[in-house]
Nanobody, 126 residues
Framework: QVQLVESGGGLVQAGGSLKLSCADS????????MGWFRQAPGKEREFVAA????????LYSDSVKGRFTISRDNANHTMFLQMNSLKTEYSAVYYC???????????????????WGQGTQVTVSS
């Protein structure tokens, strides 16, 4: 059974940093498109960052570009999201997800992802 487990969330002051982890249940993360999404209270889930199964340049939402870095450790079946220069508006539940390595799919769209973690809360205080 596929299982994604996020960790690393917490409370941080604006301008601070956090690093989120997403452990995939024994699957090789480089075989899948991997993404991070977030959902704040009263808002829809939104794309944050993604990395395609074949590598290439990671994709970021405009709001986090230059502040967040997505990466993966294939040997340990883990994906990361390094978040720097955090803003209060980044407070949300962050989810990791994976999508099949299908050529041409839009990995910015959450509907493309099959498996999701339970989420980890990130709260940025002013």
């Amino acid at each position: 059974q596929v299982q994604l487990v996020e960790s690393g969330g917490g409370l941080v002051q604006a301008g601070g940093s956090l690093k989120l982890s997403c452990a995939d249940s024994g699957r090789t993360v480089s075989n899948y498109n991997m993404g991070w999404f977030r959902q704040a209270p009263g808002k829809e889930r939104e794309f944050v960052a993604a990395i395609a199964w074949y590598g290439g340049n990671p994709l970021y939402s405009d709001s986090v570009k230059g502040r967040f870095t997505i990466s993966r450790d294939n040997a340990n079946h883990t994906m990361f999201l390094q978040m720097n220069s955090l803003k209060t508006e980044y407070s949300a539940v962050y989810y990791c997800a994976d999508a099949p390595p299908t050529q041409g799919i839009d990995i910015l769209r959450d509907s493309m992802y099959n498996y999701w973690g339970q989420g980890t809360q990130v709260t940025v205080s002013s």
